[in-house]
């Protein structure tokens, strides 16, 4: 592997996904009848660490959980999926909770208490400062607060240790954050935010955008239509998708950027990062759930081969 097999570094939420089912939404002040329940691991950071621990790199994560049920449930999860969770701290109260209504005709309403997640401050940084040294790559994401997040990039600028930011939820962000950046990786509504119109443009443009406003490489996921890469140095290159039959596309951005880290660090070029990484978000939109639905990487490669042979 490349970089000694240095570990890749999630610093991010971990929640509950409390998921009930119903023929319709309700309006307000009613209460209606369920059709299912389901309990989900979430939480972007914990979903993009299971992503690439599932495709059998080395990871480490950051983050906190409450002192209760959910949290010991949620550490046990990571542990279980191979996350090195040594890292992530038990603070009193409620760990991270999304309470998630789903209609029948796919709508939903979604209720994110952020918990401990909200507590994941900069001295958790310093305190971890060994561990994100010894990474070759940090993922991050914005379901922490934004003043961790700008530590962490100027932490890892510092030490010189690539960092990848998801973007999302989107929000205002710092010039001196996104030029700490090594990839910028929104989703196009996130992408739309970020340049200030709700309209559509072509992937150039808004990757053109991005690049004017001091960051180096961008990473634009479209969903069906493929990623499109850009960077400052003049890279454009546009990766297809994969045509999948789509089950649940929760956590997909997810599943790519876990994927992405993971080929970074075995040493792939970008559009092969990219290829892989789109192969494995394919692969998680044909399976209920966000951590479940992660591919291993004998199921990305098997793909990837298939893809080939029938062009």
Wanted: proline share 5%; hydrophobic share 45%; charged share 15%.
């Amino acid at each position: 592997m490349a970089a000694g097999n240095k570990p890749i570094v999630v610093v991010g939420s971990i929640n509950i996904d409390l998921v009930s089912t119903t023929a319709r939404l309700p309006k307000e002040g009613e209460t209606i009848e369920g059709t299912g329940f389901q309990i989900h691991p979430g939480g972007k950071g914990a979903n993009q660490a299971v992503a690439a621990a599932r495709l059998g790199y080395p990871v480490a994560m950051i983050g906190r959980l409450g002192d209760d049920t959910f949290g010991n449930d949620l550490r046990a999860n990571l542990e279980r999926e191979g996350v090195d969770a040594s890292a992530v701290a038990t603070t009193p109260g409620s760990s991270g909770v999304a309470n998630i209504l789903v209609a029948a005709n796919g709508e939903n309403c979604i209720v994110i208490t952020a918990g401990a997640n909200a507590l994941v401050t900069t001295a958790d940084i310093d305190a971890n400062i060994d561990l994100i040294r010894s990474a070759g790559i940090v993922l991050t994401q914005l379901e922490i607060p934004i003043a961790t997040v700008e530590h962490l990039a100027e932490v890892c600028k510092r030490e010189g240790v690539p960092l990848v930011l998801d973007p999302a939820p989107a929000a205002t962000l710092s010039p001196a954050l996104l030029s700490s950046v090594e990839w910028f990786t929104p989703n196009e509504t996130e992408a739309a935010f970020f340049v200030e119109h709700n309209g559509t443009t072509e992937p150039n443009e808004t990757a053109q955008t991005l690049l004017n406003k001091n960051i180096r490489n961008v990473v634009l996921k479209m969903g069906p239509r493929g990623v499109f890469l850009a960077s400052t140095d003049g890279l454009r290159d546009q990766v297809p998708s994969f045509p999948v039959q789509a089950v649940d596309t929760t956590a997909a951005g997810d599943a790519f950027n876990g994927a992405f880290a993971t080929a970074m660090m075995l040493g792939k070029s970008a559009r092969d990062s990219a290829l892989f990484a789109a192969a494995a978000a394919a692969l998680s939109v044909t399976r209920a759930g966000a951590q479940p639905s992660m591919p291993s990487r004998s199921e990305v490669e098997e793909l990837l081969a298939r893809s080939t042979s029938s062009n």
